[in-house]
C-alpha cells in the first residue's frame, strides 16, 4: 500500500503561483510514476502533469510553460509549481501514483484561482 498526502491548495490571484506537494509513504518501492490531476466542478479528472522515475515528464497542453512538476527522491515527495495561474486552473488538484498493479490517490487540495 502506498500512501500520498497532498498540501499546498488554497485561494491566489489570478497571475500569482502555488506550490503543491505530495508526500509518500509506505510501499514506496513499487512506484513506477507519479502525476497530478485536476478535476473542475462539473468536468472530468484529467491529467495535469506526470514524471517517471527516471525524471521524464508530460504536461497538459494547457498548462506547458506555466506548471512544472519535480521530485525529491530524498524526501519521497512530488511537487507541482504552478506560476501564472488563471481561473480556469481552478479545481481540485489530486496526487497519483502508478504502482504497478494498482493505482494510489491522494485526498486532493482545492485550487481556486481568483479572477
Known amino acids: 500500500q502506498v500512501q500520498l498526502v497532498e498540501s499546498g491548495g488554497g485561494l491566489v490571484q489570478a497571475g500569482g503561483s502555488l506550490r503543491l506537494s505530495c508526500a509518500a509513504s509506505g510501499s514506496i518501492f513499487s512506484i513506477n510514476a507519479m502525476g497530478w490531476y485536476r478535476q473542475a466542478p462539473g468536468k472530468q479528472r484529467e491529467l495535469v502533469a506526470g514524471?517517471?522515475?527516471?525524471?521524464?515528464?508530460n504536461y497538459a497542453d494547457s498548462v506547458k510553460g506555466r506548471f512544472t512538476i519535480s521530485r525529491d527522491n530524498a524526501k519521497n515527495t512530488v511537487y507541482l509549481q504552478m506560476n501564472s495561474l488563471k481561473p480556469e486552473d481552478t479545481a481540485v488538484y489530486y496526487c497519483?501514483?502508478?504502482?504497478?498493479?494498482?493505482?494510489?490517490w491522494g485526498q486532493g487540495t482545492q485550487v481556486t484561482v481568483a479572477s
Open positions: 497519483a501514483a502508478d504502482g504497478g498493479v494498482q493505482d494510489y
Open positions: 514524471i517517471t522515475s527516471g525524471g521524464s515528464t
